[in-house]
């Protein structure tokens, strides 16, 4: 068994840095490819005036080993408290959920939920809590929970429970409302919501970009098609001039969201392709918005909304709380591609609950950043532990490739960045073809 010597990575977020990195330190030369001209993937960088913010996921919780572990590798940082902190209205009241503080958030737990639904809720955190594994899809807790996935999340909790409690989470970490999700997969909210957050002090679009010192990254380059051939595996290549190339590598990752990887790999296997295709993703659109003064209060940092186009408002940071970020989805909020006086006019609308909820007097804007996703949530499937011994079944055939992103481990910062190191260790350990390009 050889270790490949010259490797692609398709994809520069998390499961494409993580990827490339552990490949690097086993001594391959890699060529990481993205098609955006930065890395990060749905972090989503971008600048608000003099400084970087993220417009997806930024929070990094203790319980993340991998990735942290992943980045003292680039170098490291320090980090600063941030914790779950959300609070939404329950009965007229402003409820709280803080991961910082156990009796306050046991206490808005028994505000928010049927008392019938508390036993089974515990019993899930307590599993969760007992085994690493358990939060990541297909997961022993995860295949068990998923025989009763014949019924949406919805179904299995009563209606007090799903409102208040289920609702902010599963839209929050997939997009989907409860009656979209499934009981299988809800030990992956449950493992982010036991968590506590913390941001990192150095930004992580510089620890991120320090891969660039390991490997050759290939900016503004989209892969149209992959072939294997004897010895390796060719991708068709276009850069930003339009120029179209072919390069022979002796592997590949995919490290892509599903949705992506689906029509690159349906040319080696349409079947593999088709289980892709069936995974699902729900769209979101951010607002990053800079005002005069603090909007949140240090004890409420942000809540979560119903019925309506923005389902979370946030501070920014513990501290930075006069820059809130505004999260549009679940199904009021899937706006399609929204010019950006459109979402400002939503972010209008949303300030004025903001006020309405907290007592705060309206606040000057001074900058704001706006992306949308049209696929940004994994919101997965039912029975998904069936569904990715499948899609390893499939898979196996397609030697020299691997495969890596949201939708095998789960959401998180810390599912993707073990999925890309997976898809490393699968090609470190499987045999180079004869006559790999060397």
Known sequence: ????????????????????????????TVELVERDDRIGGRLGFAELDD????????????????????????????????GINTSRMVAGRLVGLDSDNRTEAINGILRMCDWRDLTKLDRIARKVRAADTARFLGSDLARSLARHDDRPLSEHFGKRTTDNFLRPITVRMNGAEPDEAYYGNFPTNMGMLLDKFDQPIVGLSALLSRIADLVEIRYRTRVTGISRVQGGVVLDLVDAGGRATQTRYDAVAVCTPAYAAAPL??????????????????????????????????DVRAIALDDQPCSNAGSYGKDTRNIVRYTFSGKHGRLGDTAEADVLDLVTDTEQQLRSHLGVVRQPRTAAAIRHWPQAYCGYLPHYGDFLDTLAATATPLTGIALAGDYLLGTSLEACCRSGENAAAALLSAPVPQGANR
């Open 1 to 28: 068994m050889t270790t490949p010597e010259r490797v692609a990575v398709v994809g520069a977020g998390v499961s494409g840095i993580a990827a490339a990195l552990a490949l690097h330190r086993a001594g391959c």
């Open 51 to 82: 400084r970087e913010v993220l417009l997806g996921g930024k929070n990094i919780g203790r319980g993340y080993t991998r990735f942290r572990a992943m980045l003292d590798l680039l170098g490291g940082t320090g980090y600063e408290p941030f």
């Open 265 to 298: 790999l349906a040319p080696l296997s349409e079947a593999l392709a088709g289980l892709l295709r069936a995974v699902r993703y729900f769209p979101a659109t951010v607002a990053v918005v800079r005002y005069v003064h603090d909007v949140f209060a240090a």
